[in-house]
T-cell receptor, first 113, second 113 residues
Framework: ETGVTQTPRHLVMGMTNKKSLKCEQH?????MYWYKQSAKKPLELMFV???????ENNSVPSRFSPECPNSSHLFLHLHTLQPEDSALYLC????????????FGPGTRLTVT | SQQGEEDPQALSIQEGENATMNCSYK?????LQWYRQNSGRGLVHLIL?????REKHSGRLRVTLDTSKKSSSLLITASRAADTASYFC?????????????FGQGTTLQVKP
């Protein structure tokens, strides 16, 4: 798991807060991903960045705002979230886009109160 | 839905026994990947099998792919308590450059010591 790190590991925030999730990969990969994992639902792809360019936005509400300043770092900015946004948010990276195996971070457990 | 569907949803076996999990999907794929997730942690890539391959091995893991039946199976031989986890198949639809990796809901495996 040290190849992809995520901070914080746990986050509790109110619906009016603004917070950011951070992901860093030390694998020299070119693609990075944000996924949402809710209880009893499949892993949902949220955003994809390939060579720092956003290539996929899977109809994610605007209260989630991604940022990819370079190929090693990925952020997910959160504001005015809803309780149903509580979930495990996973970051992943891969050598290239789509056809390669993905390496996941440990996730951020988010609770919106 | 294009996602893979795992079967069974839950599996409980004794240490030393073999565990078989199945994945079915609905449309043509580029490749199929299996991942493991320990409780509340990130996913770990196990095996990637391409659409023109029929079988792959990695240690105690064996993956088969039958594109005519649109199904794959993951066999874990001589299971250990440490194999207790959720197992997900993920299918890549579309081209290797633009496709999406879609995850199923997973099979929860419990290996009793």
């Amino acid at each position: 798991e040290t190849g992809v790190t995520q901070t914080p590991r746990h986050l509790v925030m109110g619906m009016t807060n603004k917070k950011s999730l951070k992901c860093e990969q030390h694998l020299g990969h070119n693609a990075m991903y944000w996924y949402k994992q809710s209880a009893k639902k499949p892993l949902e792809l949220m955003f994809v960045y390939n060579f720092k360019e956003q290539t996929e936005n899977n109809s994610v509400p605007s209260r989630f705002s991604p940022e990819c300043p370079n190929s090693s770092h990925l952020f997910l900015h959160l504001h005015t979230l809803q309780p149903e946004d509580s979930a495990l948010y996973l970051c992943a990276s891969s050598q290239g886009w789509a056809s390669y195996e993905q390496y996941f971070g440990p996730g951020t457990r988010l609770t919106v109160t | 839905s294009q996602q893979g569907e795992e079967d069974p949803q839950a599996l409980s076996i004794q240490e030393g026994e073999n565990a078989t999990m199945n994945c079915s999907y609905k449309t043509s794929i580029n490749n199929l990947q299996w991942y493991r997730q320990n409780s509340g942690r990130g996913l770990v890539h196990l095996i990637l099998i391409r659409s023109n391959e029929r079988e792959k091995h990695s240690g105690r893991l064996r993956v088969t792919l039958d594109t005519s039946k649109k199904s794959s199976s993951l066999l874990i031989t001589a299971s250990r308590a440490a194999d207790t986890a959720s197992y997900f198949c993920a299918t890549l639809f579309g081209s290797s450059n633009t496709g999406k990796l879609i995850f199923g809901q997973g099979t929860t495996l419990q290996v009793k010591p």
